[in-house]
């Protein structure tokens, strides 16, 4: 399962109105290699459905993963932070042995 805090889901109802997707579009979010950790989160807008993909809703919202993605980002939260160290949606996943410094890719 994926979940989503308050807050990104606030973020990210904001973010696709603004973008324009409507009825039908939903969060698509996955895992594919590089970055400096080994791993790179992915995360955009979708409305087309693949074979392979997971479909989880929390707070309203439909989030899809494909099933190969899903292996590193089970139990995983999508955050939003404002604060002072950085301003964006993350990953809080309970799966990465360690993380680089940005938050941006992981290792398991």
């Known amino acids: 399962m994926i979940t989503i805090s308050n807050s990104a889901q606030e973020y990210i ?8 997707h409507g009825e039908g579009s939903f969060v698509r979010v996955g895992v594919k290699g590089g970055g400096c950790s080994g791993l790179s989160y992915e995360m955009k807008f979708d409305r087309e459905m693949k074979e392979a993909d997971q479909v989880f809703e929390d ?3 439909k989030l899809v993963v494909e099933m190969k993605s899903l292996l590193y980002l089970y ?3 999508l955050d939003y ?8 949606l993350f990953f809080n996943n309970p799966n990465a042995s360690r993380t680089c410094a ?6 398991v």
């Open 13 to 20: 109802r904001q973010q696709m109105a603004k973008e324009g």
């Open 59 to 61: 707070k309203g919202l």
């Open 75 to 77: 139990g995983t939260e």
């Open 81 to 88: 932070s404002s604060g002072l160290n950085g301003k964006g």
């Open 102 to 107: 940005c938050g941006e890719s992981f290792a």
